[in-house]
């Protein structure tokens, strides 16, 4: 298994979007950050997989005229207008240690949404792990009190026995890899017009099956001594006396 690395020069593009980390001192920032990153330094273990999880919003749009295709010579050409067709909603699971990702297409963004994914990645990705470490945003749909609002509550509480949940810090989202591959698949698959679900989620499995087949493990290598260094303005100055 060939591992693709992700160092410190690659979060740049991440770290130096003011909006993406706390302007100050924020001891909560730096708490949930060291949590995730101790989370990304453990072993690869098929009974306590680490999966990552997140969601993007996509606006569905149609074509109001017939495009013109390639020729030699002549890119593809599309009209500028367009008519919009409502949206869907991807969640993205991602196993970083395997290099496997997962992405389910929904028509809403709901608890209940959220989780039907969780239940489908207990037991049917991972039905033999004792536990999934499961990364994840704030989002106010990832709360285990979702699984509540979905299931009867004996359901709901063996499958968060199942779980060791991780949350990414406010404005944190770039510590979790399955926003990475949200931004992989943003930009291979997503990046053109696609007029309604079912176009969508042929065109997303299609691109999930390719990029799957290319197995490539993450070597997540920006660790809390570098975020301790490089990111030396988010912890609070300690007072003494």
Not at 6 to 15: D, S, T, Y
Not at 187 to 206: F, G, K, S, W, Y
Request: glycine share 2%; hydrophobic share 40%.
């Amino acid at each position: 298994m060939c591992a693709r690395d992700i160092k410190k020069n690659e979060l740049k593009p991440w770290l130096q979007k003011q909006w993406v980390i706390p302007p100050q001192a924020n001891a909560d920032f730096v708490c949930a950050m060291e949590d995730v990153l101790e989370v990304y330094t453990r072993p690869y273990d098929p009974a306590r997989p680490v999966v990552g999880l997140n969601e993007l919003n996509k606006q569905l749009v149609a074509e109001t005229q017939t495009p013109w295709p390639v020729e030699p010579g002549q890119p593809a050409r599309f009209d500028y207008e367009y008519e919009r067709c409502g949206t869907a909603n991807l969640f993205m699971i991602n196993e970083p240690l395997v290099g496997q990702r997962y992405v389910t297409v929904t028509e809403q963004r709901t608890a209940v949404d959220f989780a039907q994914v969780v239940r489908d990645l207990l037991e049917v990705r991972y039905p033999d792990a004792e536990k999934v470490v499961l990364v994840m945003d704030n989002l106010n749909t990832h709360k285990p009190a979702a699984l509540y609002q979905a299931f009867e509550p004996a359901m709901a509480r063996s499958l968060i026995n199942r779980l060791e949940i991780h949350h990414t810090p406010k404005h944190g989202s770039w510590l979790n890899m399955a926003e990475i591959e949200l931004s992989v698949l943003g930009r291979q698959c997503l990046d053109r017009r696609i007029p309604d679900l079912e176009t969508l989620t042929r065109e997303v499995a299609a691109w999930k099956h390719a990029r799957n087949a290319n197995t490539q493990a993450i070597n997540w290598r920006f660790t809390t001594p570098d975020a301790r260094i490089k990111l030396k303005r988010l912890y609070p100055s300690i007072q003494d006396g």
